[in-house]
């Protein structure tokens, strides 16, 4: 129960679905940004006013996201929303901000290349997750690709990028296929005979929602083994594994900004404190984190300014820092997207990720990088792969 919030409350939207393909992922982050809020209006509110989030449920459909976003920006009169997982409704929600003089907050991974004065990012950029993650691909597993995945905006452009950096490596991507986002589970199954026939040493996995589940359970079903021909992933996270089964995940690969298996005080007691209000069953990931921290740094920008207006509250976000369960976060002052601590783990057989390596220091956001340069940071990637 909120204390002391006698003032106006200030309303703020949520965008998450609770229904559709992506659900899996984009409930975990509705319930994180209720969760934050929560938080927020237990230690006072912004100066003794209430945060009170308007949440509508656009289905993963980007049609409904610029809907909605409309609905709230207009009717509700919101100033800020927090929500969108897939690019495609980032990109429908961006136009509802920036011709309403809204303020979008994102939290997921996204291919980076994008600009807005309306929107902040919180979610990892590709130098920040693609980087790290063929890097250590090619130096501890192999260099023969096969890239899969949903076909929409972020899967395509992360299959270039990554396939950009295997051949810059001397690697070769010796096949490529793309799903419908909602390809029905029959679909995966020529997809996963013809990945065994090509015999890569490394799956690159751009599937998100449902079709993660799909393709994992039918790469299982198919015989293939991590420990031959792991599945390297951007998007896979713990919510995934708890949907598809452990079976289907053990042995496969994430990189990630977080993992619920960190052992950092600050984690620790923020998951305990999450499942005592959600349940024991429920499993935190990636999207999760940023959600979640996203909201208490708009919340103590909203404390400094003392406004919701986008412009005064962007500038005030810009620069500000967090004490994040992934480690300490900033938002940086020159192109609003967030230093985060990029991890690369492994699915054990509790579900949870095994943390095969951990940036020592938080990595900036280069959200603009056209040529993949490898950094003397990398070079640390190289570590023991059994």
Not at 150 to 159: G, H, T
Request: a negative charge.
């Amino acid at each position: 129960m909120a204390r002391n919030l006698a003032q106006a409350p200030i309303k703020v939207g949520v965008l998450f679905s609770r229904s559709g393909l992506t659900a899996i992922t984009e409930q975990s982050m509705l319930n994180a940004t209720l969760f934050a809020i929560g938080e927020v209006n237990e230690a006072g509110g912004i100066d003794g006013r209430e945060l009170v989030p308007i949440h509508y449920d656009p289905a993963g459909d980007p049609a409904a996201y610029y809907g909605t976003a409309n609905r709230l920006l207009t009717e509700d009169r919101v100033k800020v929303i927090f929500g969108c997982y897939m690019s495609s409704s980032r990109k429908a929600v961006l136009r509802a901000v920036e011709r309403r003089f809204g303020l979008l907050c994102y939290a997921a991974q996204y291919e980076g290349f994008e600009c807005s004065r309306n929107a902040v990012y919180f979610g990892a950029a590709p130098n920040q997750n693609s980087a790290k993650l063929g890097e250590f691909l090619l130096n501890n597993v192999g260099t023969q690709f096969y890239m899969v995945g949903s076909d929409y905006i972020w899967p395509r452009e992360s299959d270039r990028i990554m396939s950009e950096m295997v051949e810059s490596h001397g690697g070769r991507v010796v096949g490529r296929q793309y799903l419908k986002l909602d390809a029905g589970r029959d679909a995966y199954e020529p997809l996963v005979a013809e990945i065994k026939r090509r015999k890569p040493q490394v799956v690159f996995c751009n599937f998100v929602g449902e079709a993660i589940t799909h393709f994992y359970q039918a790469y299982a079903e198919a015989g293939l083994d991590a420990r031959t021909m792991p599945i390297a992933s951007l998007t896979t996270s713990e919510s995934d594994v708890q949907a598809m089964g452990t079976a289907a995940g053990i042995g496969h690969i994430t990189c990630a900004t977080y993992f619920q298996s960190q052992s950092s005080l600050k984690n620790r007691i923020c998951v305990e404190r999450y499942k005592r209000m959600f349940g024991d069953d429920v499993v935190t990931n990636m999207c999760w984190e940023a959600a979640y921290f996203q909201v208490h740094i708009v919340a103590e920008a909203m404390r400094r300014c003392r406004t919701d207006d986008p412009d005064v509250l962007r500038a005030a976000v810009l620069g500000a820092e967090f004490d994040a369960p992934q480690g300490p976060v900033r938002v940086d002052p020159t192109n609003a997207h967030t230093h985060v601590w990029p991890k690369i783990g492994r699915v054990g057989d509790d579900g949870q990720f095994q943390i095969l390596w951990a940036a020592k220091n938080a990595v900036a956001p280069e959200p603009y990088q056209v040529d993949y340069q490898p950094e003397a940071e990398t070079r640390e990637l190289t570590t023991q792969f059994d």
